[in-house]
C-alpha cells in the first residue's frame, strides 16, 4: 500500500511570505503528526490531528497552525516566515488513539528554505 | 521536560561486525512506547524496531535487537552483522500518553568496508 505522501518535496520561499504544506497518511491511518527537523534543534513536534481535532501541539508560535480534512489528509501553514524556519518537515501517519497499535510512518519531507 | 539522550554523536563499525548504540530517557509515565528510527541520507524516517514499556522482553527484528532496562530508563540498540546500508542516522524516541514522539539528537552511524 503506499506510504505517507508529503508535497512538495523542496520548497523555496522568502521572508514574510506564507507557505503551505500537504500530507497525505496512509489509508485507514486516523492520525497525522508533524515534525520540523533542523541541525540546531534537532526533531521537535508541531501538532497532531485525530478525526481533524488537533489533540496535541508542541512549542511553536501562532504563525505555524494546521488542520485535518475527513479523508485524513492534512495541511501545516506557517505564515510571515523567518529566516529561522528554514527546516525540513516531515508528516508521520498511525492509526491511532484506541487501536492498541504504536509507531509511526513518516513520509519523505519538504524542504523548506526561507531567503 | 521528559528528554532522551544520545550521548554518541558519531560512531563507526567494520562491516559484519556487531555495534551497540545507546539511549537514556526521562519520564514519569508507567506505560510508554520507545522506538529506533533510522534516516538514511534519502532524509526518510524508517522504523527500525519498537518496545512496549510493559513488556520485560527485548524486541528484536532480524540483526537488530534491544536491551531495554525499564528501572534505569536504558534502550540500547544493538546491530549485528553490519551492513553498509545500516550507514544512516539513528534516532531514539519515546512516545507516552499524549501520542507524541520525543526524540534524541541521534547517533550518526558510519558502516565501513
Known amino acids: 500500500k503506499a506510504g505517507v505522501t508529503q508535497t512538495p518535496r523542496y520548497l523555496i520561499k522568502t521572508r514574510g511570505q506564507q507557505v503551505t504544506l500537504s500530507c497525505s497518511p496512509i489509508s485507514g491511518h486516523r492520525s497525522v503528526s508533524w515534525y520540523q527537523q533542523t541541525p540546531g534543534q534537532g526533531l521537535q513536534f508541531l501538532f497532531e490531528y485525530f478525526s481533524e481535532t488537533q489533540r496535541n501541539k508542541g512549542n511553536f508560535p501562532g504563525r505555524f497552525s494546521g488542520r485535518q480534512f475527513s479523508n485524513s489528509r492534512s495541511e501545516m501553514n506557517v505564515s510571515t516566515l523567518e529566516l529561522g524556519d528554514s527546516a525540513l518537515y516531515l508528516c508521520?501517519?498511525?492509526?491511532?488513539?484506541?487501536?492498541?497499535?504504536?509507531?509511526?510512518?513518516f513520509g519523505s519531507g519538504t524542504r523548506l528554505t526561507v531567503v | 521536560a521528559q528528554t532522551v539522550t544520545q550521548s554518541q554523536p558519531e560512531m563507526s563499525v567494520q562491516e559484519a561486525e556487531t555495534v551497540t548504540l545507546s539511549c537514556t530517557y526521562d519520564?514519569?509515565?508507567?506505560?510508554?512506547?520507545l522506538f529506533w528510527y533510522k534516516q538514511p541520507p534519502s532524509r526518510q524516517m524508517i522504523l527500525v524496531i519498537r518496545q512496549e514499556a510493559y513488556k520485560q522482553q527485548n524486541a528484536t527484528e532480524n540483526r537488530f535487537s534491544v536491551n531495554f532496562q525499564k528501572a534505569a530508563k536504558s534502550f540500547s540498540l544493538k546491530i549485528s552483522d553490519s551492513q553498509l546500508g545500516d550507514t544512516a542516522m539513528y534516532f531514539c524516541?519515546?512516545?507516552?500518553?499524549?501520542?507524541?514522539?520525543?526524540f534524541g539528537k541521534g547517533t550518526l552511524l558510519t558502516v565501513n568496508p
Open positions: 524516541a519515546r512516545e507516552g500518553s499524549n501520542y507524541k514522539l520525543t
Open positions: 519520564t514519569s509515565e508507567n506505560n510508554y512506547y
Open positions: 508521520a501517519s498511525s492509526l491511532g488513539a484506541g487501536t492498541g497499535v504504536r509507531g509511526y510512518t
